[in-house]
């Protein structure tokens, strides 16, 4: 089992950064894909961002050029760092590791979610 733990939300206005991470305990990330999703209010949960086993990353149109995904395998962390934020980035940001699917965007491939961390971004 992996029990994943997202920080660092908060509010933030227009054009500022704010830098997520997500924790693993049980079981380490560098055997599983991890991703960042994010569900607005009334809306779809979406993916944001990943990165596959061997590190490779991808990211949704929406975020590319202002969100980096990395991880720090010592650490058991995952972090989004995302900068040039936007009112329309507000949303509840969930971190998820996925065992059998690499670098998928699709919330159904992965098999661990954290509880969420609520994002703010004022006009």
């Known amino acids: 089992q992996v029990q994943l733990v997202e920080s660092g939300g908060g509010l933030v206005q227009a054009g500022g950064s704010l830098r997520l991470s997500c924790v693993a305990s049980g079981r380490t990330f560098d055997n599983k894909n991890t991703g960042w999703f994010r569900q607005a209010p009334g809306k779809e949960r979406e993916f944001v961002a990943g990165?596959?086993?061997?590190?490779?990353?991808y990211y949704a149109d929406s975020v590319k050029g202002r969100f980096t995904i990395s991880r720090d395998n010592a650490k058991n962390t995952v972090y989004l760092q995302m900068n040039s934020l936007k009112p329309e980035d507000t949303a509840d940001y969930y971190c998820?590791?996925?065992?059998?699917?690499?670098?998928?965007?699709?919330?159904?491939?992965?098999?661990?979610w954290g509880q969420g961390t609520q994002v703010t971004v004022s006009s």
């Open positions: 990165i596959s086993r061997s590190g490779g990353t």
């Open positions: 998820a590791a996925s065992t059998y699917y690499s670098s998928s965007r699709y919330t159904g491939h992965y098999d661990y």
